[in-house]
Protein backbone atom coordinates (compact mmCIF):
# COMPACT_ATOMS: atom_id res chain seq x y z
CA UNK A 1 0.00 0.00 0.00
CA UNK A 2 1.82 3.43 -1.07
CA UNK A 3 2.08 5.81 2.02
CA UNK A 4 -0.91 7.92 0.21
CA UNK A 5 -3.10 5.34 0.80
CA UNK A 6 -2.28 4.18 3.89
CA UNK A 7 -2.92 8.13 4.81
CA UNK A 8 -6.34 7.85 3.38
CA UNK A 9 -7.35 4.81 5.62
CA UNK A 10 -6.28 6.70 8.65
CA UNK A 11 -8.50 9.17 7.76
CA UNK A 12 -11.50 6.79 6.91
CA UNK A 13 -14.54 8.24 7.26
CA UNK A 14 -13.72 11.34 9.31
CA UNK A 15 -14.13 14.99 7.75
CA UNK A 16 -11.01 16.20 5.40
CA UNK A 17 -9.52 19.57 6.06
CA UNK A 18 -8.25 20.89 3.12
CA UNK A 19 -4.81 22.69 3.93
CA UNK A 20 -4.55 26.49 3.87
CA UNK A 21 -1.60 28.59 4.22
CA UNK A 22 -3.40 29.41 7.25
CA UNK A 23 -3.71 26.07 8.58
CA UNK A 24 -0.35 25.71 7.72
CA UNK A 25 0.85 28.92 9.48
CA UNK A 26 -1.06 27.73 12.98
CA UNK A 27 0.58 23.94 12.35
CA UNK A 28 3.63 25.58 12.85
CA UNK A 29 3.39 26.19 16.41
CA UNK A 30 2.23 22.56 17.09
CA UNK A 31 5.45 20.58 14.66
CA UNK A 32 6.31 19.12 18.29
CA UNK A 33 2.93 17.02 18.50
CA UNK A 34 2.50 13.50 16.51
CA UNK A 35 -1.23 13.59 16.69
CA UNK A 36 -1.00 16.84 14.89
CA UNK A 37 1.27 16.18 12.45
CA UNK A 38 -0.74 12.95 11.39
CA UNK A 39 -4.17 14.87 11.61
CA UNK A 40 -2.35 17.66 9.21
CA UNK A 41 -0.72 14.45 6.94
CA UNK A 42 -4.32 13.30 6.85
CA UNK A 43 -6.08 16.58 6.25
CA UNK A 44 -8.55 15.01 8.99
CA UNK A 45 -10.55 18.06 10.52
CA UNK A 46 -10.26 18.01 14.52
CA UNK A 47 -12.43 21.02 15.11
CA UNK A 48 -15.59 18.86 13.14
CA UNK A 49 -14.26 15.73 15.52
CA UNK A 50 -15.34 17.00 18.90
CA UNK A 51 -18.37 19.28 17.69
CA UNK A 52 -21.38 18.19 19.50
CA UNK A 53 -19.26 16.87 22.48
CA UNK A 54 -18.19 18.39 25.60
CA UNK A 55 -14.93 19.18 24.40
CA UNK A 56 -16.14 21.38 20.85
CA UNK A 57 -13.97 24.46 20.20
CA UNK A 58 -14.90 27.39 18.77
CA UNK A 59 -12.60 28.92 16.63
CA UNK A 60 -15.28 31.29 14.69
CA UNK A 61 -14.61 34.95 13.88
CA UNK A 62 -16.51 37.76 15.22
CA UNK A 63 -18.98 38.67 12.45
CA UNK A 64 -18.05 42.62 13.15
CA UNK A 65 -14.46 41.64 12.69
CA UNK A 66 -14.65 39.69 9.22
CA UNK A 67 -16.65 42.70 7.80
CA UNK A 68 -14.05 45.10 9.08
CA UNK A 69 -11.60 42.32 7.25
CA UNK A 70 -13.54 42.51 3.71
CA UNK A 71 -14.15 46.36 3.77
CA UNK A 72 -10.15 47.22 4.73
CA UNK A 73 -9.09 44.67 1.89
CA UNK A 74 -11.63 46.49 -0.65
CA UNK A 75 -9.96 49.88 0.13
CA UNK A 76 -6.67 47.78 -0.50
CA UNK A 77 -7.91 46.73 -3.57
CA UNK A 78 -10.24 49.17 -5.05
CA UNK A 79 -8.81 50.91 -8.14
CA UNK A 80 -7.11 48.84 -9.25
CA UNK A 81 -4.69 48.51 -6.01
CA UNK A 82 -4.68 52.42 -5.89
CA UNK A 83 -3.85 52.55 -1.93
CA UNK A 84 -1.56 49.19 -2.15
CA UNK A 85 0.90 50.66 -5.09
CA UNK A 86 0.68 53.87 -3.05
CA UNK A 87 2.06 52.29 0.30
CA UNK A 88 4.63 50.15 -1.95
CA UNK A 89 6.02 53.82 -3.79
CA UNK A 90 6.10 55.62 -0.35
CA UNK A 91 7.07 53.36 2.05
CA UNK A 92 8.77 49.80 0.64
CA UNK A 93 10.66 52.01 -1.89
CA UNK A 94 9.23 50.16 -5.09
CA UNK A 95 9.69 52.13 -8.37
CA UNK A 96 6.04 51.17 -9.66
CA UNK A 97 5.71 53.84 -12.78
CA UNK A 98 3.59 51.47 -14.94
CA UNK A 99 1.41 49.15 -12.37
CA UNK A 100 0.94 45.77 -14.31
CA UNK A 101 -1.56 43.74 -11.88
CA UNK A 102 -3.12 40.69 -12.50
CA UNK A 103 -5.71 38.81 -10.37
CA UNK A 104 -6.11 35.35 -10.85
CA UNK A 105 -9.28 34.94 -9.39
CA UNK A 106 -11.03 37.13 -11.59
CA UNK A 107 -11.57 34.10 -14.45
CA UNK A 108 -11.26 31.16 -12.22
CA UNK A 109 -13.68 28.52 -11.51
CA UNK A 110 -14.61 28.53 -7.78
CA UNK A 111 -13.57 24.76 -7.73
CA UNK A 112 -10.78 22.42 -8.06
CA UNK A 113 -10.25 23.01 -11.67
CA UNK A 114 -9.89 27.12 -10.79
CA UNK A 115 -7.09 26.14 -8.32
CA UNK A 116 -5.10 23.74 -10.87
CA UNK A 117 -5.60 26.05 -13.54
CA UNK A 118 -4.37 29.35 -11.37
CA UNK A 119 -1.95 27.17 -9.91
CA UNK A 120 -0.52 27.06 -13.21
CA UNK A 121 -0.55 30.55 -13.88
CA UNK A 122 1.34 31.30 -10.88
CA UNK A 123 3.70 29.29 -12.09
CA UNK A 124 3.74 30.68 -14.96
CA UNK A 125 3.80 34.48 -13.80
CA UNK A 126 6.52 33.59 -11.01
CA UNK A 127 9.11 32.73 -13.85
CA UNK A 128 7.99 36.11 -15.47
CA UNK A 129 8.38 37.92 -12.38
CA UNK A 130 11.74 36.74 -11.81
CA UNK A 131 12.94 37.03 -15.14
CA UNK A 132 11.85 40.57 -15.45
CA UNK A 133 10.11 40.86 -18.70
CA UNK A 134 8.56 43.66 -19.87
CA UNK A 135 5.20 41.82 -19.87
CA UNK A 136 6.25 40.51 -16.31
CA UNK A 137 3.59 41.73 -13.96
CA UNK A 138 4.03 43.42 -10.63
CA UNK A 139 1.63 42.51 -8.72
CA UNK A 140 -0.33 39.73 -8.20
CA UNK A 141 -3.59 38.51 -6.25
CA UNK A 142 -5.14 35.27 -6.15
CA UNK A 143 -1.68 33.25 -7.00
CA UNK A 144 -2.06 29.69 -5.96
CA UNK A 145 1.08 27.76 -4.60
CA UNK A 146 1.30 23.62 -4.13
CA UNK A 147 3.08 21.29 -2.63
CA UNK A 148 3.87 18.20 -1.20
CA UNK A 149 2.27 17.14 2.01
CA UNK A 150 3.17 13.39 3.40
CA UNK A 151 3.37 12.47 -0.32
CA UNK A 152 0.27 14.09 -1.88
CA UNK A 153 0.15 17.15 -3.96
CA UNK A 154 -2.03 20.48 -1.88
CA UNK A 155 -3.23 23.50 -3.67
CA UNK A 156 -2.95 26.40 -1.46
CA UNK A 157 -5.10 29.55 -2.41
CA UNK A 158 -2.90 32.40 -1.16
CA UNK A 159 -4.78 34.96 0.45
CA UNK A 160 -1.82 37.39 0.40
CA UNK A 161 -0.23 39.42 -2.94
CA UNK A 162 3.09 39.50 -4.28
CA UNK A 163 4.74 42.49 -4.90
CA UNK A 164 7.78 42.92 -7.44
CA UNK A 165 10.51 45.46 -7.95
CA UNK A 166 13.41 44.67 -10.48
CA UNK A 167 13.29 40.71 -10.37
CA UNK A 168 12.66 40.93 -6.56
CA UNK A 169 9.18 39.18 -5.09
CA UNK A 170 7.58 40.25 -1.62
CA UNK A 171 4.63 39.08 -0.11
CA UNK A 172 1.78 41.39 1.47
CA UNK A 173 0.06 40.09 3.81
CA UNK A 174 -3.09 42.42 4.47
CA UNK A 175 -5.11 42.16 7.83
CA UNK A 176 -7.32 44.59 9.09
CA UNK A 177 -5.89 45.07 12.57
CA UNK A 178 -5.22 48.15 14.14
CA UNK A 179 -1.84 49.67 13.85
CA UNK A 180 -1.65 52.27 16.60
CA UNK A 181 1.40 54.66 17.51
CA UNK A 182 3.84 51.93 15.61
CA UNK A 183 2.09 49.42 17.95
CA UNK A 184 -0.31 46.32 17.18
CA UNK A 185 -1.82 43.26 18.75
CA UNK A 186 1.49 40.83 18.75
CA UNK A 187 -0.45 37.83 18.21
CA UNK A 188 -2.52 39.02 15.27
CA UNK A 189 0.85 40.00 13.98
CA UNK A 190 2.96 37.24 14.83
CA UNK A 191 0.11 35.04 12.98
CA UNK A 192 -0.18 37.66 9.90
CA UNK A 193 4.03 36.85 9.55
CA UNK A 194 3.43 33.23 9.88
CA UNK A 195 1.46 33.22 7.11
CA UNK A 196 3.48 35.64 5.27
CA UNK A 197 6.18 33.06 5.97
CA UNK A 198 4.72 30.16 4.94
CA UNK A 199 3.91 32.24 1.27
CA UNK A 200 7.44 32.99 1.24
CA UNK A 201 8.49 29.50 1.71
CA UNK A 202 6.20 27.79 -0.89
CA UNK A 203 7.39 30.61 -4.05
CA UNK A 204 10.48 29.36 -3.24
CA UNK A 205 9.68 25.95 -3.61
CA UNK A 206 7.93 27.12 -6.66
CA UNK A 207 11.00 28.65 -7.97
CA UNK A 208 13.56 25.62 -7.30
CA UNK A 209 11.27 23.78 -9.38
CA UNK A 210 11.90 25.74 -11.91
CA UNK A 211 15.60 26.55 -11.77
CA UNK A 212 15.21 29.92 -10.43
CA UNK A 213 17.15 31.51 -7.79
CA UNK A 214 15.37 31.12 -4.49
CA UNK A 215 16.20 34.38 -3.21
CA UNK A 216 14.49 35.71 -5.90
CA UNK A 217 11.69 35.84 -3.26
CA UNK A 218 12.64 38.21 -0.36
CA UNK A 219 12.72 36.92 3.28
CA UNK A 220 11.11 40.29 4.06
CA UNK A 221 7.52 40.28 4.47
CA UNK A 222 4.78 43.57 3.86
CA UNK A 223 2.33 43.20 6.36
CA UNK A 224 -0.66 46.14 5.67
CA UNK A 225 -2.43 47.11 8.40
CA UNK A 226 -5.11 49.63 9.22
CA UNK A 227 -4.30 52.80 11.20
CA UNK A 228 -5.76 53.18 14.01
CA UNK A 229 -9.63 52.44 14.25
CA UNK A 230 -10.08 53.72 10.38
CA UNK A 231 -9.43 51.94 7.41
CA UNK A 232 -6.56 53.86 6.61
CA UNK A 233 -3.97 50.95 5.36
CA UNK A 234 -0.03 51.40 6.71
CA UNK A 235 2.71 49.20 5.44
CA UNK A 236 5.14 47.86 7.83
CA UNK A 237 8.09 45.40 7.14
CA UNK A 238 9.39 42.53 9.09
CA UNK A 239 11.93 40.04 8.49
CA UNK A 240 10.73 36.58 8.15
CA UNK A 241 13.39 34.53 8.43
CA UNK A 242 13.01 32.36 11.30
CA UNK A 243 10.00 31.92 10.27
CA UNK A 244 10.54 30.70 7.34
CA UNK A 245 13.22 27.86 8.77
CA UNK A 246 10.21 26.62 11.32
CA UNK A 247 7.85 26.45 8.10
CA UNK A 248 10.52 24.47 6.60
CA UNK A 249 10.71 22.20 9.55
CA UNK A 250 7.60 22.19 9.98
CA UNK A 251 7.06 20.56 5.67
CA UNK A 252 9.72 18.24 6.33
CA UNK A 253 8.01 16.69 9.32
CA UNK A 254 4.65 16.59 7.42
CA UNK A 255 5.82 13.54 6.25
CA UNK A 256 5.09 11.59 8.72
CA UNK A 257 7.76 9.34 9.81
CA UNK A 258 7.20 5.31 9.07
CA UNK A 259 7.25 5.06 13.12
CA UNK A 260 4.64 6.78 13.58
CA UNK A 261 2.37 5.47 10.91
CA UNK A 262 3.29 2.15 12.35
CA UNK A 263 2.25 3.41 15.97
CA UNK A 264 -1.55 4.28 14.16
CA UNK A 265 -1.44 1.15 12.96
CA UNK A 266 -4.78 -0.39 12.53
CA UNK A 267 -7.28 2.62 14.50
CA UNK A 268 -8.64 5.56 12.34
CA UNK A 269 -9.70 8.89 13.49
CA UNK A 270 -13.64 8.35 13.32
CA UNK A 271 -16.51 9.63 11.48
CA UNK A 272 -18.24 13.07 12.77
CA UNK A 273 -21.73 10.63 12.53
CA UNK A 274 -20.68 8.38 15.42
CA UNK A 275 -22.00 8.78 18.14
CA UNK A 276 -19.90 12.17 20.14
CA UNK A 277 -19.01 9.73 23.06
CA UNK A 278 -17.44 6.99 20.24
CA UNK A 279 -15.89 9.79 18.40
CA UNK A 280 -14.06 10.82 21.62
CA UNK A 281 -13.10 7.24 22.43
CA UNK A 282 -11.95 6.66 19.36
CA UNK A 283 -9.61 10.22 19.01
CA UNK A 284 -7.99 9.27 22.40
CA UNK A 285 -7.10 5.87 21.39
CA UNK A 286 -5.71 7.50 18.59
CA UNK A 287 -3.80 10.34 20.98
CA UNK A 288 -2.93 7.43 22.90
CA UNK A 289 -0.77 5.47 20.02
CA UNK A 290 1.00 8.18 18.69
CA UNK A 291 1.27 10.50 21.17
CA UNK A 292 0.05 14.41 21.59
CA UNK A 293 2.22 17.53 22.76
CA UNK A 294 -0.18 19.65 24.92
CA UNK A 295 0.84 23.51 26.12
CA UNK A 296 -1.80 25.97 26.67
CA UNK A 297 -1.55 27.56 23.11
CA UNK A 298 -3.36 24.80 22.01
CA UNK A 299 -6.21 26.10 22.92
CA UNK A 300 -5.23 29.45 20.00
CA UNK A 301 -5.86 26.98 17.34
CA UNK A 302 -6.50 23.02 17.84
CA UNK A 303 -9.65 21.99 17.30
CA UNK A 304 -8.40 18.85 19.81
CA UNK A 305 -7.16 21.67 22.19
CA UNK A 306 -9.99 20.74 25.09
CA UNK A 307 -9.63 17.10 24.94
CA UNK A 308 -5.77 17.23 25.05
CA UNK A 309 -6.45 19.88 27.64
CA UNK A 310 -8.63 17.87 29.97
CA UNK A 311 -6.14 14.51 29.77
CA UNK A 312 -3.34 16.46 30.69
CA UNK A 313 -5.02 17.78 33.62
CA UNK A 314 -5.67 13.94 34.44
CA UNK A 315 -2.65 13.09 34.13
CA UNK A 316 -1.22 16.05 36.27
CA UNK A 317 0.89 17.35 33.34
CA UNK A 318 3.50 19.84 33.71
CA UNK A 319 2.45 21.43 30.39
CA UNK A 320 -0.83 22.82 31.99
CA UNK A 321 0.89 25.48 33.94
CA UNK A 322 2.54 26.68 30.74
CA UNK A 323 5.42 26.51 28.12
CA UNK A 324 8.10 28.80 30.38
CA UNK A 325 6.58 26.28 33.42
CA UNK A 326 7.53 23.48 31.93
CA UNK A 327 11.18 24.53 30.49
CA UNK A 328 11.83 25.27 34.51
CA UNK A 329 11.12 21.32 34.79
CA UNK A 330 13.92 19.64 32.72
CA UNK A 331 12.79 15.97 32.71
CA UNK A 332 9.98 16.60 34.86
CA UNK A 333 6.63 15.29 33.56
CA UNK A 334 4.07 15.91 35.79
CA UNK A 335 3.13 18.25 38.91
CA UNK A 336 2.89 15.16 41.13
CA UNK A 337 6.96 14.38 40.19
CA UNK A 338 7.41 18.15 41.17
CA UNK A 339 6.28 18.01 44.53
CA UNK A 340 7.65 14.59 45.16
CA UNK A 341 11.51 16.06 44.08
CA UNK A 342 10.77 19.74 45.65
CA UNK A 343 10.13 17.17 49.11
CA UNK A 344 13.69 15.54 48.61
CA UNK A 345 12.81 12.33 46.66
CA UNK A 346 15.41 10.87 44.30
CA UNK A 347 16.06 12.23 41.47
CA UNK A 348 16.64 10.20 38.15
CA UNK A 349 20.03 11.74 36.46
CA UNK A 350 17.21 13.50 33.65
CA UNK A 351 15.84 15.24 36.54
CA UNK A 352 18.63 16.40 38.28
CA UNK A 353 19.02 19.95 37.26
CA UNK A 354 15.11 20.34 37.79
CA UNK A 355 15.05 18.81 41.46
CA UNK A 356 17.75 20.48 43.05
CA UNK A 357 15.88 24.11 41.50
CA UNK A 358 12.82 22.63 42.72
CA UNK A 359 14.51 21.68 46.69
CA UNK A 360 15.83 25.32 46.77
CA UNK A 361 12.25 26.75 45.93
CA UNK A 362 10.68 24.54 48.52
CA UNK A 363 12.99 25.04 50.99
CA UNK A 364 12.15 29.34 50.85
CA UNK A 365 8.64 28.30 50.82
CA UNK A 366 8.48 26.57 54.33
CA UNK A 367 10.73 29.32 55.71
CA UNK A 368 8.54 32.11 53.99
CA UNK A 369 4.97 30.11 55.47
CA UNK A 370 6.82 29.49 58.78
CA UNK A 371 7.07 33.25 58.91
CA UNK A 372 11.01 33.27 58.39
CA UNK A 373 12.52 35.91 56.29
CA UNK A 374 13.55 35.75 52.29
S1 LIG B 1 -4.38 20.24 21.11
FE1 LIG B 1 -3.63 18.15 21.26
S2 LIG B 1 -3.54 17.41 19.17
FE2 LIG B 1 -3.69 19.62 19.07
S3 LIG B 1 -1.59 20.32 18.94
FE3 LIG B 1 -2.17 20.39 21.09
S4 LIG B 1 -1.53 18.44 21.89
FE4 LIG B 1 -1.52 18.22 19.68
Not at 161 to 168: E, K, N, T, V, Y
Request: aromatic letters at 4%.
Amino acid sequence: MSQEERLEKVRGEAPEKRPTVSVLARSTTHGDCPCARVALATRTDLDKLVKGTHFEVDFGQDPQTFLRGQLFERRVKDKDYAALIQLLRENAGFAITDARIRNLKSNAAHNETGLKQRATETRQLLRKMVRGGDDAPNIVDGAVLTCTIAGRTAYFEADGLAAAAGGRIHVAEVKSFPLTDGRCDNGKLGAACEQAAWYVLLCRRELVELDLPVDAVSHEGLIILAKGLGLEPALVKYDLTNRIVRAEQLLDSARVDEDVLRAVGDVQFPSAEEDPQQRIEVLERMMDRVGTQYRPDCLEDCGAAKLCRARAQGAGLASVCGSSIARMLPGVRTLGRAAELASGGVPAPSERHAAAALRQANAVYERVSKGGAL
